[in-house]
């Protein structure tokens, strides 16, 4: 018996001194308050899985040689920005004020300025998607450079591996990152051998490992959506590299529903810079390609690029994302997959509804992950008791990721309303100071409404306790989804 109560004294000051540890870590951090006390609960209850869990995923450490390399590609964007004719760039004085503003803020955070000329489509079908990538590959001459979360062999994603061998095999110079984890089994298949039997150059992006767990934080992903072709064509969106007819059938949410932009323009070399910087963190290689920093375009749309992610200082994506919500005036409408915000989204949304601007959030009706549906929802109670009005989108799982704003104002790209999106995730979104654009993600956002119910409170509110305690309990999680 005394051994025992020696035992249980030991593992009782063990306990104590992993508490401790990771109190004085967490503090010392200044992280927000609810992720700071989301692993205070975990590590207090359960202290070895809670200190592992922190270990691996608790920081946001990126590897000092992908930090070295990412510092690498200051020089060729300022070479970059310093060679960008006065034209391209758009007057941030000369738009309206909160516009404006917001031009400026996203400037001052990535080193992207907002540029003119642009012209800009918005394609929401995902045959017209996956035909349109693939045509302008086959017509590439000098280089075509992608980056996905995911690709999934089959169907029409087939036909666009296709057109990027042939494109290798005429001798484009073609360059694709593929996020590790989300791709991980494209990595795995004959396609990856048939495209770099081709000469496509392949890279997988952010691999994860037991080693490199010791390091390098493992659930940081590449999440960004980008074609690059000839550095005078460029897509952008929420639509990975996959053919909804197959992707996923058995997840039991339907089909993937998505958008992309297609652009023209100088705004195509931001985007260029941004795939460089990308390609130079994991190879080690600088790949500016062609860049349309001399020829700019009048009239058009003004885009502006917003990269994001754990690589640069603060949380760009989430200040952008907050002060357009503040400047809406009249209208705010919101399509996210995952839904998931820190308190300082949520404080936004519900004073946007309080001061009268009518804010829509359109979310699927399933999603694939229960965790997430079930935080997502312990959300709905304090929205629509503010005037929010919340549809779930019963089309599908709802992919597209979009924010308007007044309709003359867009931002659209792949960030989800979620903590991961807005803090962690290599992200890309598209700032679009348009009104005709706006008002066409607007429209698409309305036929979303339209195939969608919307919630009502009284109903809501009459849910049964269980599935509120269920809600609630996610809820807790939510720092660290």
């Known amino acids: 018996m005394e051994g025992l109560s020696w035992i249980g004294n030991v593992a009782w000051i063990m306990h104590l001194l992993l508490v401790i540890v990771v109190v004085l870590r967490v503090v010392s951090r200044r992280l927000y308050p609810g992720t700071s006390l989301a692993w205070l609960l975990l590590v207090v209850t359960v202290p070895y899985v809670g200190l592992a869990l922190y270990v691996l995923i608790g920081e946001r450490p990126l590897g000092r040689r992908r930090v070295r390399r990412m510092l690498q590609m200051r020089e060729p964007l300022a070479r970059w920005l ?74 029409q994603a087939d036909e666009v591996a296709l ?35 081709a000469g496509v150059r392949l890279v997988a992006a952010l691999p994860v490992g037991l080693v490199r767990a010791a390091f390098v934080r493992m659930d ?11 550095g005078g064509i460029a897509y952008t969106g ?22 992309m932009l297609r652009i023209e323009g100088a705004p195509v070399a931001a985007l260029q810079m941004v795939f460089s910087g990308d390609w130079l963190a ?7 390609g062609p860049l ?10 003004v885009v502006q690029m917003v990269p994001s992610g754990p690589d ?21 409408i919101i399509t996210t997959p ?102 066409s993600v607007r429209a698409l956002q309305k036929r979303y409404e339209a195939d969608s119910k919307a919630l009502e409170l009284t109903a809501w509110q009459q849910r049964s306790p269980l599935r509120r305690l269920a809600e609630n309990t996610a809820r807790l999680a939510s720092p660290l989804l």
Request: proline share 3%; glycine share 10%.
């Open 163 to 197: 057109a990027l061998e042939r494109a290798a095999r005429r001798g484009v110079t073609c360059r694709v990152l593929l996020d590790s984890v989300g791709s991980k089994s494209f990595l795995d298949g004959p396609w990856r051998r048939r495209l770099e039997a």
């Open 292 to 301: 349309l920093a001399t020829t700019c375009r009048s009239g058009g749309s």
């Open 82 to 155: 310093t060679g960008l004719p006065g034209e391209c760039r758009a007057d941030a004085g000369q738009m309206p004020v909160g516009q404006g503003l917001l031009a400026r803020l996203a400037d001052a955070s990535t080193g992207f300025p907002p540029l003119g000329g642009a012209d800009v489509r918005l394609i929401d079908d995902a045959a017209e998607i996956l035909g349109a990538v693939a045509h302008d590959i086959d017509a590439a001459t000098r280089s075509c450079d992608m980056t996905f979360y995911i690709w999934s062999e089959g169907g």
């Open 282 to 288: 994991e190879t080690g290689e600088l790949a500016e």
């Open 312 to 332: 640069r200082s603060g949380d760009n994506i989430r200040r952008l994302v907050l002060t357009a919500i503040y400047e809406a005036r009249r209208e705010l």
């Open 220 to 230: 940081l992903r590449l999440h960004r959506k980008l074609v690059v072709i000839d």
């Open 338 to 439: 995952y839904f998931v915000p820190d308190e300082a989204v949520l404080l936004a949304l519900e004073s946007a509804a309080l001061r009268g601007v009518e804010v829509t959030l359109i979310v699927p009706a399933r999603v694939d992950s229960r965790m997430v549906r079930y935080a997502s929802r312990s959300f709905f109670d304090n929205l629509m008791q503010a005037g929010v009005k919340i549809c779930e989108f019963n089309g599908g799982l709802l992919h597209t990721k979009s924010l308007t704003v007044d309709g003359e104002l867009t931002l659209f790209g792949t960030f989800n309303l979620d903590i991961r999106s807005l803090r962690l995730n290599f992200e890309l979104t598209v700032i679009a100071y348009d009104t005709a654009l706006s008002q």
């Open 238 to 259: 929420s639509m990975n590299l996959v053919d909804p007819s197959f992707f996923r059938q058995k997840a039991g949410v339907g089909r993937w529903v998505d958008a």
